[in-house]
């Protein structure tokens, strides 16, 4: 059975960077696309930026073009999400998710989920 556990949330301040980690289990990594959500309180869940099966960026999201950046590495069964110049709009839990079929940019494309992490950004 795939798992993800994504790890690396918390609370910082305005501006500073954080890197999420999500690791991934019971499966071949290399053969799962994958792809980080997020979801403020009030709002649905919205894609952040996906990763192919050999770290090529996938449509990522113009809320984070620039800031955010997803990588992985196969080996380590491990992917990332380095959040550089974060604001406060930018706190909500994030997900880390993984499907065969992919890559892709939508909710519905993506099979297995982490159970999310914290990330709450102050002014």
């Known amino acids: 059975q795939v798992r993800l556990v994504e790890s690396g949330g918390g609370l910082v301040q305005s501006g500073r960077d954080l890197r999420l980690s999500c690791v991934f289990s019971?499966?071949?990594?290399?053969?799962?696309?994958a792809a980080w959500f997020r979801q403020a309180p009030g709002k649905e869940r919205e894609y952040v930026a996906g990763?192919?099966?050999?770290?090529?960026?996938?449509c990522p999201a113009d809320s984070v073009k620039g800031r955010f950046t997803s990588s992985r590495d196969n080996a380590k069964n491990t992917m990332w999400l380095q959040m550089n110049s974060r604001k406060p709009e930018d706190t909500a839990v994030y997900y880390c998710a993984a499907d065969r079929a992919g890559p892709g940019c939508l909710e519905s494309e993506y099979k297995y989920w982490g159970q999310g992490t914290q990330v709450t950004v102050s002014s």
């Open positions: 019971g499966g071949k990594f290399s053969d799962y696309p």
């Open positions: 990763i192919s099966w050999t770290g090529d960026h996938t």
